[in-house]
């Protein structure tokens, strides 16, 4: 069930939460309670935006994590000099634009922290936010990837951390290292690496959704029995499912209930296609969507 945008307001407001659109007064607030602020910049345009700012920074059953921060969202039309200071390289070269949305979590003196570029669902949202306030932060990854620049499981845990954050720009060169590094998957992380990068690139990059099946195919290819493959065969059905090319997901789908040794797999491909048994082709959900 969807809750309308003022009734998300409303309970916002009664948690001490909600979120203001003015940065100037935001860090004033930030300054005064000692709390970190997250600015969430958004488009009043992009249908996306609104959909997860519904998930994720007006979400009522996240106020227990969201009291502890200062949110304010911010209109990219007039605060795109700001995000692009903030977020080196989130711009799509020649393009003007960039993904989002993007949220930037700064310090209350307004030092950015930390980011992520596009979005997250409602649990990935508070696992970052628990984690954040953990004090597992990009700071924190940086430290220790100069204290160990070619330690396999730092630069691996490292890529994770800014691909599942949308950052390809430092996400990328470091999973590059982690495949050069374990080229066999004789160590256990070329494979996973791989199913990361198709994960970015469908979910941060869906222009570029046909890297991330490439990525899953893949895996699927070389390493056919590993758990790694098991995943990737799911992501690329809800990848090619994002893409409305129904027949394809449906094929990777029935191959997950006939061969996964996961329970949670089988059970989630089973629930889509029931998904795909009882909804319209995806051109008239296409449709129904624009209407």
Known sequence: MRIGL????????????????????????????????????????????????????NNPALSAWLR???????????????????????????????????????????????????????????????????GKRSDTIERRLKEKPDDLPTLYEAAVWYLERGDGQRG????????????????????????????????????????????FQTVIKRFPNSREAEEARFYLATTHLALGQDAQARKWLEEVVRTSKSALLRQKAEKLLRFLDTQPPADLRRGDEEQ
């Open 68 to 134: 502890r921060f200062v949110v304010v969202k911010l209109d990219v039309n007039r605060e795109k000099e700001r995000l692009k200071k903030w977020v080196p390289g989130w711009e799509i070269p020649g393009t003007g634009e960039g993904i989002l949305p993007v949220m930037v979590i700064t310090d209350s003196n307004g030092k950015v922290v930390d980011y992520v570029i596009g979005h997250l669902n409602a649990d990935a949202f508070a696992a970052y936010l628990k984690a954040f306030l953990q």
């Open 6 to 57: 003022l009734t998300l307001g409303i309970f916002a407001l009664a948690s001490g939460t909600m979120a203001q659109n003015d940065w100037a007064m935001a860090l004033k607030r930030s300054k005064a309670e000692r709390k970190f602020l997250l600015a969430y910049f958004t488009d009043p345009e992009c249908f996306p935006c609104q959909r997860y700012a519904n998930q994720t920074v």
């Open 172 to 215: 990328l060169p470091l999973a590059q290292k982690v495949l050069n590094l374990d080229a066999k998957n004789r160590k256990g992380y070329y494979a996973p690496m791989k199913v990361h990068l198709g994960l970015y690139y469908a979910i941060h990059r869906v222009r570029q959704a046909h890297l991330a099946i490439e990525e």
